[in-house]
């Protein structure tokens, strides 16, 4: 009688149910009135006195025993049952993380929003280019180092198909499709071939700006470059326009801004002097004009070109241009508040 309690305990204690039906099958196996345990009691009956009292206590153990090891299997077969049944795997996190926009997608917005107030659209042209768009048409020398092999991605063997260098391609491509006046501005990915490093990468962002029309002068540039970097950068800021070269443009010129972490006193950031240079500009060479049929005696205009990853440093110090491009959360939430 013992050996079978102790057989019988030692089944009960292995039992594994995998929900609430299993669970209540094995109550009626082992403590109905019909159960396993039932029946140890109807044997009972035929137990010698003498070994009653330990007989006894031993059905009344396992009686114990099998309730709370079958009460436990319900407890976890219901426990897992709600767990699955409160898991709703088409509900959106809660709470609700929204994305944010690309610091270089806010600043661009914003010089976008600040041109189009002058009256500039923006215009866009492919970022595979021909030679003519990117360099012959913008006055470009056969021999100018910029067509070297160092600066440009060419695609395939075709010397005659490759990634943009700058934005002013879009100037051109404009030119000879429009006519005057043209106000317009250009936003858009450029590509160079340069080992990539924390101050420099293979591909970055510009805009151009471009405005022909009769009698357009350089004072018309001036004042537009006041009014962009007093909108961008604060009102107090000042302006300083110096002598450059590009080929595209005659005279040309960099136009730095008034350092505005020292505010013009020079700092380690401005390098002492209390400017930092932000963008090229210029009057656009008649030779430009005339290469995309626009007459250079009847017309004149002014372009500008800039680095958005520059403005964007100025305006949020990214140590990194690198961070840019590598899509880590952790620096684009830095941006949550930025738009
Ligand atoms: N294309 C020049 C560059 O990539 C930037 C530039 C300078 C654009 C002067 C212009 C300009 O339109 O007038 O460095």
Known sequence: MIEKINSLRSEIEALKASGAAEVEALRIRYLSKKGAVAALMDEFRNVPADQKRTVGQAINDLKNFATERINALRQSAESAGADSAALDL?????????????????????????????????????????????FESLNFPADHPARDMQDTFFIGRNPDVLLRTHTSSVQTRVMTTRKPPLRII???????????????????????????????TFAD?????????REMFGTDTQIRLRPSYFPFTEPSAEMDISCDLCGG???????????????GCGMVDPNVLDACGIDSREYSGFALGMGVERITNLKYRVKDLRMFSENDVRFLEEFTAAH
């Open 186 to 216: 250009c936003p858009g990915r450029v590509y160079r071939n340069e080992a990539i490093s924390a101050r420099a990468h293979c591909f970055f962002h510009q805009v151009e700006a471009l405005y022909v029309d009769r009698n357009v």
């Open 221 to 229: 540039l001036r004042q537009t470059l006041l009014y962009f970097a």
């Open 90 to 134: 088409t509900r959106t996190e809660a709470p609700l993380r929204c994305g944010t926009r690309h610091p270089l997608s806010v600043v661009r917005e914003e010089i976008i929003a600040i041109f189009s107030r002058l009256g500039f659209n923006v215009a866009e042209g492919p970022e595979i280019e021909d030679d003519w768009h990117v």
């Open 265 to 279: 006193k020079g700092c380690s950031f401005c390098k002492g002097t209390g400017w930092v240079e932000i963008l």
